[in-house]
């Protein structure tokens, strides 16, 4: 007894000290010495992709800051947590990167779930936190510290209906939601609001929860309504094992989806049954505008893979923190949060960065064709009164103010599937 | 009609599976009443293993059925032996103490199981390389079955057949019987039961395995707690099938995947949320367990006083 008492004390004893010293660390604030961003994401769990390119987004583009010599001569330094993929582990790795690393900003989530759990301690403790990837409303919504620089759900199924209504000429779509997930939830609802203004008719929709194991039974309920398209708008764990199922069951109609396809897992999944397929995303690495190409370059030396969009963002939110700490002049929370909320015309690598009222970015949105582990860039669609001429990305050369159809570009005929079969 | 065919054959390839893992559940449980909670896990580390030996020897770039043979076989050797040393070291030293000391001892078991793969390998599912050329072949109407699922059906109904083989027809077989049927007089009979358990356990893993890689080439995601509801559906399907009874371990396993995949495809007609799927197996339990507890093929056995 007398001996796990003591124990105990010197393991309390340990604990205390550990945590004094972290305390004193490094993260005081201040307006001198080093700057401590805290970032956040699913580095080990069912979405590890996502957390992983955005963390080597994050952390090239620090990198970059500072070799070019910091923010004003401060050095950034990024302190990474690992959230597993889960919402209470969100929350409680960024009250540890608040509370304890004392960070002056967050950088996070990538699923809209997760970022809707981390947000309010951001929120309370006003730390200013930049969303880089996810799209629900709900996110910003928390609060005015939060801020994401992607655009909406509601525009992104948006995109999404507008592409099969017009361009895959699609009348009967079938949707394959992932249920527990505020993101496909979120996508489903506009998809489904734009898809039947547009015409179209919304034949069968069923749903999955994330770690199921068959989808089957969906996907043939699906099959006997015949669709012209169907629509998943889940995370690419799920969805590389559905496209992968649905060709088993002979489904021969594409399957559409958002960003959340967009990780080198889902080929290793799905292999050749994605090809075919249309995702709505956040850039395309086939555009040749130079500051994406030499972006594109620099990651792959960096790291060896082609960066996806996750990366891209992850790469523009840091950016778009440097430049909102450059033009506070300081990092306290609420002058900071009022720089990035002044975030005007800033050119990223996924786009010219404008943030609203709402702090959300503005921006267009690209629809890739999956092809043999590529995207094949289709074309780019952008939010209702902006038009090609204000947008940075010149990969569109034609179109409408709010529909730029890249007409010469691989259109839907040199595939196995086909809208209207 | 087409798709009632279909979800029968989605049903019949996860309840193969099912079946599977179910026959292991009700070996052991008829030989040491023991529910053997690892059991589950087991066929989480015949996915693994399968996975690392695809990459290690070779067979992970392309498709072959010798490279998936091979995969098959040394997984389920590899997890027969992983059985015998659960059983060995785990249940042997307190075999002689309460039951309830070994059930919960079976419960740690899967929870160190679990957790060494998530410390070691991490949370992330591993996509499992293709091993089989996919194709799919028309049955009728518009009814679908796909390379993947023949596999599923044919190797199960083997390993079943093999099964059935050995323990009717093999002089190891008649041990295995006359064990469950009473320890201690086995034991008096000159039977060395202890190697009679080992042996089951190695057999009950074994299959195990053999779903774990089928599974895989079906649905190729894999990560180190996909044995948790797999296994715990198993239970059920053996529980429903008469827990110790070998065939009632395989109708369970079939009825209870074909139950899941009709709530799927025909739940929302009568206002059952697909999510529901999960649900299925455990209500079906609770209503076994109310009023057929011995099972659909079990009988009653009079307890010994």
């Known amino acids: 007894m007398k001996r796990t008492l003591l124990w105990l004390l010197f393991v309390g004893g340990a604990c205390f000290v550990f945590a004094c010293e972290r305390r004193g660390g490094p993260g005081a604030g201040g307006s001198s010495g080093e700057i401590v961003v805290g970032y956040y994401g699913d580095l080990t769990g069912r979405t590890s992709n996502f957390g992983q390119s955005t963390k080597k987004g994050v952390e090239m583009a620090a990198d970059e800051l500072n070799k070019a010599g910091g923010i004003n001569g401060r050095q950034i330094r990024i302190l990474s947590e690992d959230d597993e993929g889960r919402p209470e582990k969100a929350a409680t790795v960024v009250t540890k990167l608040i509370d304890q690393d004392r960070v002056i900003a967050l950088l996070g989530e990538v699923a809209s779930g997760n970022s809707l759990a981390a947000a309010p301690k951001a929120q309370a403790a006003h730390v200013p936190m930049i969303s880089p990837s996810s799209t629900n409303p709900a996110v910003t919504q928390v609060g005015d510290y939060i801020f994401r620089v992607c655009f909406i759900d509601p525009f992104q199924g948006e995109v999404m209906a507008k592409f099969a209504a017009n361009t895959l000429k699609a009348k009967k779509a079938a949707i394959m939601l992932d249920f527990n997930s505020p993101y496909s939830r979120g996508l489903t609802e506009f998809f489904e609001a734009s898809f039947t203004r547009l015409g179209g008719q919304i034949v069968n929709k069923q749903s999955y929860t994330q770690g199921d194991r068959d989808y089957k039974g969906q996907l043939t309920a699906i099959r006997s309504t015949s669709p012209d398209v169907i629509y998943v708008p889940g995370y690419y764990g799920e969805v590389g094992v559905i496209a992968k199922q649905a060709q088993q069951l002979d489904i021969r109609v594409p399957l559409l989806g958002g960003d959340g396809w967009d990780a080198t897992q889902l080929w290793d999944l799905g292999g050749n049954a994605l090809n075919g397929d249309f995702i709505s995303n956040h850039y395309s690495v086939d555009d040749p505008s130079p500051a994406i190409q030499k972006f594109v370059v620099d990651y792959r030396a960096r790291y060896g893979t082609v960066p996806d969009a996750l990366a891209a963002l992850g790469y523009d939110a840091m950016r778009v923190l440097a430049d909102s700490i450059n033009r506070a002049g300081t990092t306290e929370g609420p002058k900071l949060r009022d720089a990035i909320a002044q975030t005007k015309n800033f050119v990223g690598v996924t786009g010219t960065i404008n943030i609203d009222s709402q702090r959300n970015a503005v921006k267009p949105a690209v629809v890739l064709k999956l092809m043999d582990r590529k995207y094949v860039y289709q074309e780019t669609i952008y939010p209702e009164g902006m038009g090609p001429t204000t947008s940075a990305s010149p990969a569109s050369t034609s179109g409408s103010p709010t529909m730029a159809a890249d007409g010469t570009a691989n259109s839907a005929d040199n595939t196995n599937k086909s809208a209207n079969p | ?305």
């Not at chain 2, 193969?16 to 066929?43: E, K, P, Q, S, W």
């Not at chain 2, 077989?173 to 009473?182: C, K, L, P, Q």
């Not at chain 2, 009950?204 to 509801?229: C, E, F, H, K």
């Open chain 2, 1 to 305: 009609m087409d798709t009632f065919v279909q979800q029968l054959i989605n049903g019949l390839t996860i309840g193969a599976i099912y079946a599977l893992i179910a026959l292991g559940y009700t070996m052991v449980y008829g030989i040491l009443r023991l529910i053997n909670f690892a059991h589950g896990d087991v066929y989480m580390v015949g996915a693994f293993v399968g996975y690392y030996l695809s990459f290690s020897l070779g067979y992970a770039a392309g498709p072959s059925l010798l490279g998936l043979s091979i995969v098959l076989v040394s997984s389920m050797i590899v997890c027969a032996l992983v059985g015998m040393a659960i059983e060995r070291f785990a249940y042997r030293p307190i075999r002689k103490y309460a039951r309830m000391a070994t059930l919960i001892t079976a419960i740690g078991v899967s929870l160190l199981i679990e957790n060494l793969f998530v410390a070691r390998l991490g949370a992330a599912p591993r996509a499992f390389p293709q091993l089989l050329q996919e194709q799919s072949y028309t049955l009728f109407g518009n009814a679908a079955i796909s390379k993947s699922q023949i596999l599923i059906f044919g190797v199960s109904v083997l390993l079943m057949l093999l099964l059935q083989w050995i323990i009717f027809k093999t002089k190891v077989g008649t041990a295995m019987r006359a064990v469950s049927f009473n320890l201690n007089s086995a034991k008096l009979m000159g039977i060395n039961t202890d190697a009679i358990i080992s042996f089951t356990f190695a057999l009950g893993s074994a299959l195990a395995a053999a779903g774990g890689v089928l599974t895989a080439q079906y649905n190729p995601q894999i990560d180190p707690l996909m044995g948790i509801i797999t296994g715990l559906k198993a239970f059920v399907a053996a529980v429903l099938g008469g827990i110790g009874n070998v065939p009632g371990a395989v109708l369970g396993g079939l009825l209870i995947g074909i139950a899941e995949t009709f709530v799927v495809g025909y739940g929302q007609i009568v206002g059952v949320p697909t999510t529901f799927r999960d649900a299925v197996a455990f209500a079906i339990l609770i209503l076994v367990l109310l009023f057929r507890p011995t099972g659909l093929l079990g009988s009653t056995v009079q307890e010994k006083v």
